[in-house]
Nanobody
Framework: QVQLVESGGGLVQAGGSLRLSCAAS??????MGWFRQPPGPEREFVAA????????YYGYSVKGRFTISRDNAKNTMYLHLNSLKPEDTGVYYC?????????????????WGQGTQVTVSS
């Protein structure tokens, strides 16, 4: 089992920055990622990273603005959000794989945090 707790969300103006953290406990996951749920039914892939940080992937809408990283010694993953836009608003979820699979597909993730709200005002 893996327990995930996100923090760092909040209200920020367009063009601003935030750093989200995801503290993990329990079993170590090779792949961890971030997803977001904007107002509406569809969950969106944001970013994912491997254990050694040798591979990182980003969703098209955030590439070049967001950076994912992890500190395995602290069992913590981060998401740096820069140049924020109102369309980045949503609940951001930390997730971890248990069985493997596509890093971009939420169905490949077995463990999820409770989410942290990010609101970007125009």
């Amino acid at each position: 089992q893996v327990q995930l707790v996100e923090s760092g969300g909040g209200l920020v103006q367009a063009g601003g920055s935030l750093r989200l953290s995801c503290a993990a406990s329990g079993r170590t996951s090779y792949v961890m990622g971030w997803f977001r749920q904007p107002p509406g039914p569809e969950r969106e892939f944001v970013a994912a990273i491997t254990w050694s940080s040798d591979s990182a992937y980003y969703g098209y809408s955030v590439k070049g603005r967001f950076t994912i990283s992890r500190d395995n010694a602290k069992n913590t993953m981060y998401l740096h959000l820069n140049s924020l836009k109102p369309e980045d608003t949503g609940v951001y979820y930390c997730a971890a794989q248990g069985r493997g699979g596509s890093m971009r597909n939420g169905e490949s993730y077995d463990y999820w945090g409770q989410g942290t709200q990010v609101t970007v005002s125009s």
